[in-house]
């Protein structure tokens, strides 16, 4: 199983980027899928769960409304469109994949096998 996460870099605060984190040797379409990330000397944080269906399960506050995530299970891609960035979003940022008999969705590390390695995210002016 490898979990590939790509699209990081630096941005200015208020530009847009997208993550995308290709995944290989999973069900894909039976898993729930999720973005966290962790800053310099932070805990990894919960960013956004989505369920099979690509349903925004749940998002962060701090995130709430300039963030997105979506998948295309045609393609195993897992995608993070993240809008109106600010100095704060500035981290590492890991997707992560779960089987999921029921179609759900967790927000919790532990609830996830399988992980990417992690894509670093400057904004910075």
């Known amino acids: 199983v490898q979990l590939q996460a790509s699209g990081g870099g630096l941005v200015q605060p208020g530009d847009s980027l997208t993550l995308s984190c290709a995944a290989s040797?999973?069900?894909?379409?039976?898993?729930?899928l999720a973005w966290f990330r962790q800053a310099p000397g932070k805990d990894r944080e919960f960013v956004l769960a989505?369920?099979?269906?690509?349903?925004?399960?749940a998002v962060a506050d701090s995130v709430k409304g300039r963030f997105a995530g979506s998948r295309d299970n045609a393609k195993n891609t897992l995608y993070l469109q993240m809008n109106s960035l600010k100095p704060e979003d500035a981290a590492v940022y890991y997707c992560?994949?779960?089987?999921?008999?029921?179609?759900?969705?967790?927000?919790?590390?532990?609830?996830?096998?399988?992980w990417g390695q992690g894509t670093l995210v400057t904004v910075s002016s």
């Open positions: 040797g999973i069900m894909f379409s039976r898993c729930s």
């Open positions: 992560a994949a779960r089987w999921d008999v029921s179609g759900g969705y967790s927000d919790r590390e532990d609830g996830f096998q399988y």
């Open positions: 989505i369920t099979w269906g690509g349903k925004n399960a």
